[in-house]
T-cell receptor
Framework: ETGVTQTPRHLVMGMTNKKSLKCEQH?????MYWYKQSAKKPLELMFV???????ENNSVPSRFSPECPNSSHLFLHLHTLQPEDSALYLC??????????????FGEGSRLTVL | GQNIDQPTEMTATEGAIVQINCTYQ??????LFWYQQHAGEAPTFLSY??LDGLEEKGRFSSFLSRSKGYSYLLLKELQMKDSASYLC??????????WGAGTKLIIKP
């Protein structure tokens, strides 16, 4: 139990569907992140929110749309995805933009399969 | 470009010692991290090095040489539960984390 909870854990969707991934952190942290993890590839940072404000968007296609209504919740809205978007999507949080050591606290991820 | 290199996979025997290497080329350096990720689980923080030398934490130690752009994670008295992927990440001059692809460690009885 890392204090970061992601739902759903598994999601299968067609290319025309719209779905959302949810992340909630119970650690009182101010920064939240979305990462994409594909097999045998480095973690790819997608979005960063600090104090509910988006501070980073790493050239992510518009079919991924983040939302951060408060510092404890983070969503990733998905629409018209492609099969190559199939991956594990990890949410993480940290005390601040950098934190004392920069340690990230990860959720267990949402395994997405796009058919 | 920025790059982190670590072996894709390693195999070791229960009770033995294993060293997982990580080399990096980044724009500046503000610390190196090791994370452990069991299959189907969240990555969890193992260690942080910002100065040269060895940091020991129980059975796990992490070493850093900034002049060589090199780190290793040393796991002693291996246990079956140490079977996992080990991720190396470097924080660059912009405080961005650059990740390696991870090393899958397989422990055999």
């Amino acid at each position: 139990e890392t204090g970061v909870t992601q739902t759903p854990r598994h999601l299968v969707m067609g290319m025309t569907n719209k779905k959302s991934l949810k992340c909630e952190q119970h650690l009182g942290h101010n920064a939240m992140y979305w990462y994409k993890q594909s097999a045998k590839k480095p973690l790819e940072l997608m979005f960063v929110y600090n104090f509910k404000e988006q501070t980073e968007n790493n050239s992510v296609p518009s079919r991924f749309s983040p939302e951060c209504p408060n510092s404890s919740h983070l969503f990733l809205h998905l629409h018209t995805l492609q099969p190559e978007d199939s991956a594990l999507y990890l949410c993480a949080s940290s005390p601040g933009p950098e934190g004392n050591t920069g340690e990230l606290f990860f959720g267990e991820g949402s395994r997405l399969t796009v058919l | 470009g920025q790059n982190i290199d670590q072996p894709t996979e390693m195999t070791a025997t229960e009770g033995a010692i294993v060293q997982i290497n990580c080399t990096y080329q980044t724009s500046g350096f503000n610390g190196l991290f090791w994370y452990q990720q069991h299959a189907g689980e969240a990555p969890t923080f193992l260690s942080y090095n910002v100065l040269d030398g060895l940091e020991e934490k129980g059975r796990f130690s992490s070493f850093l040489s900034r002049s060589k752009g090199y780190s290793y994670l040393l796991l002693k008295e291996l246990q079956m539960k140490d079977s996992a992927s080990y991720l190396c990440a470097v924080r660059d001059s912009n405080y961005q984390l650059i990740w390696g692809a991870g090393t899958k460690l397989i422990i055999k009885p």
